[in-house]
């Protein structure tokens, strides 16, 4: 970053939820937002709202991802939101219930990163926030795989922090906690959230907002000593529950 033409970020997973609000809160921080999701008119109209452009691609898709990398040019900023979750049981998981969540969220994020990542900045630099989750941390059972990816996110996170320093390339995570999204809010219902509200330390769920300030920090100049970390925004959640009264 730091070169004279607008930063380009490009976020992926950014059609709703947590991806929308931080290609929003890119936008307003100046940056020129690539929205990318699997759901092209989620792309498109997250593009129209923040002012910059929207593909559809699937993450998982490799050789799709190359491509849009090309279409795209030299990138900034890459935030590595594309996440899916299947809950069940290990015992029980089908194979694509594994595959296709290894896919995404691991694989996906990889591909991104070998795909945005030559060229940065136009090689001058550059940054890199990937997704993980409080569950990385607090593992529940019946989650499925979703957070052995999401540890998977967290030790690559290091790797690639240490592989890319000498390309002046900063790659860092956020965890968000337990947050209200569209997505969540379909699997909760209020007497659930109601007891998130009493039992995580900060006193509510997360909101979007949380998340989006957290990534556009490590994404800023301000982060610019900070590398191969995982930023837990979870209120708490992760460190211990509140004694409900
Ligand atoms: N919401 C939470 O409480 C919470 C907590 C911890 C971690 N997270 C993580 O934050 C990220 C965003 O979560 P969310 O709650 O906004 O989810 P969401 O389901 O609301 O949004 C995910 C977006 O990613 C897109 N997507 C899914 N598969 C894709 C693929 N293969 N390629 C491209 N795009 C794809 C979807 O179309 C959707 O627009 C995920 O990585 C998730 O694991 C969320």
Redesign the pocket.
């Known amino acids: 970053m730091g070169s004279m033409r607008m930063s380009v970020a490009v976020v ?8 929308l609000r931080i290609a929003t809160a890119l936008a307003g921080r100046g940056h020129r937002v690539v929205a ?4 092209e008119d ?1 792309a498109k109209g997250a593009a129209a709202a923040v002012g910059g452009r929207g593909f559809g ?4 898709d490799r050789d799709a991802v190359r491509e849009l990398a090309e279409r795209v040019g030299p990138v900034d900023l890459l935030v590595n ?5 299947r809950f069940g049981p290990l015992l029980d998981l089908g194979r694509a219930d594994v595959v296709d969540v290894v896919n ?2 691991l694989l ?1 994020t990889l591909w991104c990163v070998q795909a945005f990542a030559p060229g940065m900045a136009d090689g001058g630099g550059g940054a890199i926030v990937n ?5 990385a941390r607090m593992h529940s059972a019946g989650t499925g795989v ?1 957070p052995v990816t ?1 540890n998977a996110i967290e030790a690559l996170t290091v790797q690639l922090a240490v592989e890319l320093g000498p390309e002046r390339i900063r790659v860092n995570a956020v ?10 809010a379909r699997i909760l219902g209020p007497a659930e959230r109601a007891e998130r509200d009493r039992t995580i330390p900060a006193g509510r769920m ?1 909101r ?1 907002e949380d ?1 989006s300030e957290a990534v556009a920090y490590l994404a800023s100049d301000a982060a610019q000593y900070v590398t191969g970390q995982v930023l837990y925004v979870d209120g708490g959640l992760t460190s211990g529950r509140v004694a409900a009264p």
């Open positions: 992926t997973g950014a059609g709703r939820g947590l991806g990318v999701d699997i759901d989620g691609c699937d993450v998982a939101n594309a996440g899916i979750w995404v969220n996906g997704l993980s989750s409080g569950a979703y999401k965890a968000p906690g337990s947050i209200l999204t569209e997505a969540t997360g979007p998340i």
